[in-house]
């Protein structure tokens, strides 16, 4: 069930390799670990992408493709965990890295108001000022970030290993009882 599950959302192996932009890095993306669905390049995929996810800006994606080439585990699976940040969990993401960050420097933890900040703001004002607001949440969030990350790459890696392998034994406990269910000739 898991790697019939994740084949239904990635591309092929062969899709991906006579991609244009992708071709530049032939030898590169050879390593059968970068396409092969198993428990440890799967695994290594989801934390790879849970701690890039956090990236800020565009470079998510790009920096999950280096990190699985370089450690080996699964390219398309890293790259499409890092999805789990967007608009909507971006921010909390980032509050809580900052609550992380205040604890293990031993800050007060009072955060610049995000309303005040954002209360006379246009669209077109909205992103410089998000970008001024998390400057001045400062070294608290420059701490939280990793930490988070680690902790968010650490509980995927392990939850899909053990998922995994749940699986694979719960499989192998029906194939058991259906062997011992057939009457012998």
């Known amino acids: 069930m898991p790697r019939n599950f994740f084949k239904k959302f990635l591309p092929s192996h062969d899709s991906i390799r006579e991609n244009r932009a992708v071709r530049l890095f032939g030898p590169l993306l050879a390593h059968h670990n970068l396409w092969h669905l198993h428990r440890r390049s799967v695994a290594g995929g989801i934390a790879i992408g849970l701690f890039t996810g956090l990236i800020p800006g565009p470079f998510q994606m790009l920096g999950a493709a280096l990190f699985?080439?370089?450690?080996r585990v699964n390219l398309p699976v890293a790259v499409f965990t890092t999805l789990y940040t967007n608009p909507l969990t971006f921010v909390p993401l980032y509050l809580l890295a900052y609550r992380?960050?205040?604890?293990i420097l031993g800050h007060d933890g009072a955060m610049p108001n995000i309303v005040a900040e954002f209360e006379a703001e246009s669209w077109s004002e909205w992103l410089p000022a998000f970008v001024e607001w998390l400057a001045k949440l400062g070294k608290p969030l420059l701490v939280g970030v990793p930490v988070l990350g680690v902790i968010l790459a650490t509980v995927g890696?392990?939850?899909a290993r053990g998922l995994w392998r749940l699986h694979v034994v719960m499989k192998w406990n029906k194939r058991r009882k259906h062997r011992t269910t057939i009457p012998p000739d």
């Open 68 to 71: 699985a080439i370089a450690f």
């Open 157 to 159: 890696y392990f939850a």
């Open 100 to 103: 992380i960050g205040t604890l």
